[in-house]
């Protein structure tokens, strides 16, 4: 069964530091997504990308956030300048409008920031 | 943001019982709903979904009910089985905005007991 795949599974960053979380979404996808779970709290919306651009971003995707489909496979979060309230498990998703706004997850990377 | 609720944060059940797992909304612009399953450290897992033009949707063991008047989904499990001890989360979308923004519940925790 066709799965989305994250890199790292866990990475640990001292703050100021800055990180890129790689993605390879399901082949035939066309929108991509960020999400992340602070531990303890809800999953939360980050932002989706469709057609090299973003569509929309929660607020917060700020500034030191950034997405990139550097090619035909990959999607990358990047934070510029970690913070300490940026550790949380990061889930890639991705979905084809086809199926019915159906949205399928990786297994996450598990960013801590020291 | 308590746009999605899932008042219950853990529910207990005995092996071959039905688990109800409960989710309530406030946006009535929500238009498609999902549940997933999560384990620890791991992503959401796709388990089932329904339109607001349905009331039901039946896969398997899992069936979820939608009253859009009381504006409250729940999935059955039937019957529930070890495996299935996870946390699952309720998520919506606005399926107009287009950009598969999903908001999740609080997640309830089920144990099921052999």
């Known amino acids: 069964e066709p799965e989305v795949t994250q890199t790292p599974s866990h990475q640990v960053t001292q703050m100021g530091q800055e990180v890129i979380l790689r993605c390879v979404p399901i082949s035939n996808h066309l929108y991509f997504y960020w999400y992340r779970q602070i531990l303890g709290q809800k999953v939360e919306f980050l932002v989706s990308?469709?057609?090299?651009?973003?569509?929309?971003k929660s607020e917060i995707f700020d500034d030191q956030f950034s997405v990139e489909r550097p090619d035909g496979s990959n999607f990358t979060l990047k934070i510029r300048s970690t913070k300490l309230e940026d550790s949380a498990m990061y889930f890639c998703?991705?979905?084809?409008?086809?199926?019915?706004?159906?949205?399928?997850f990786g297994e996450g990377s598990w960013l801590t920031v020291v | 943001d308590q746009q999605v609720k899932q008042n219950s944060p853990s529910l207990s059940v005995q092996e071959g019982r039905i688990s109800i797992l409960n989710c309530d909304y406030t946006?009535?612009?929500?238009?498609?709903f999902l549940w997933y399953k999560k384990y620890p450290a791991e992503g959401p897992t796709f388990l089932i979904s329904?339109?607001?033009?349905?009331d039901k949707n039946e896969d398997g063991r899992f069936t979820v009910f939608l009253n859009k008047s009381a504006k409250h989904l729940s999935l059955h499990i039937v019957p529930s089985q070890p495996g299935d001890s996870a946390v699952y989360f309720c998520?919506?979308?606005?399926?107009?905005?287009?950009?598969?923004?999903?908001?999740f519940g609080q997640g309830t925790t089920l144990q099921v007991k052999p």
């Open positions: 946006n009535s612009m929500f238009d498609y």
């Open positions: 329904i339109s607001s033009i349905k």
């Open positions: 990308f469709y057609n090299n651009e973003i569509s929309e």
């Open positions: 998703a991705s979905s084809d409008r086809g199926s019915g706004n159906t949205i399928y």
């Open positions: 998520a919506a979308i606005a399926g107009s905005s287009n950009t598969g923004k999903l908001i």
